[in-house]
């Protein structure tokens, strides 16, 4: 069986995590300079790479919300899967000025580390509403666990 296709309500669900990363370079794009300066852990990939790989994942959290939104599931599980996307996207969007602008590496392991926890959360609860948004968010749990890697490296070297 198909699901009918709504372009505004895929639209909006991507917007919500372009929108948050937007916000989030607004805030940090004059401290992004520091990757090149800090002591980076082995497997660190040059600075080109981020943008790359931040833009694949930001899309597929849109996909895998739009997925929920417009999955059959009771709006009491959705209701959970968007507080939960939210609550993770916000510590996604703070881990970036905690790491840039205030440099407190330490610090941003731990969030990280919290990150991870809200994200497997996520992961859970849309498997619930939608299979596919649940799969969605697998690259980024990997992601974030080389992130803990490296962050936990220039926590180490710094």
């Known amino acids: 069986m198909f699901k009918t296709f709504n372009l505004k309500k895929l639209l909006v669900s991507l917007a919500i995590p372009f929108g948050v990363a937007f ?18 852990p082995p497997l660190s990939p040059p600075s080109f790479v981020f943008p790359i790989v931040w833009s694949i994942l930001y899309f597929l959290m849109g996909l ?21 996307f939210g609550i993770q996207l916000f510590f996604n969007f703070a881990w970036t000025i905690i790491f840039f602008t205030f440099r407190a590496y330490t610090f941003a392991v731990v969030w990280l580390i919290a990150l991870i926890i809200l994200i497997v ?36 070297l710094n």
């Open 64 to 84: 895998a919300l739009y997925n929920v939104r417009t999955s059959p599931a009771q709006q009491q599980m959705k209701s959970l899967g968007y507080m939960i």
């Open 121 to 156: 959360a996520n992961i859970f609860v849309f498997a619930k509403s939608s299979k596919a948004a649940a799969y969605m968010l697998v690259p980024y749990l990997i992601w974030c666990l080389f992130a803990l890697y490296l962050t936990a490296g220039v926590a180490l």
């Open 23 to 40: 916000l989030s370079w607004l805030l940090t794009r004059n401290q992004m300079d520091i990757y090149s300066e800090i002591n980076n």
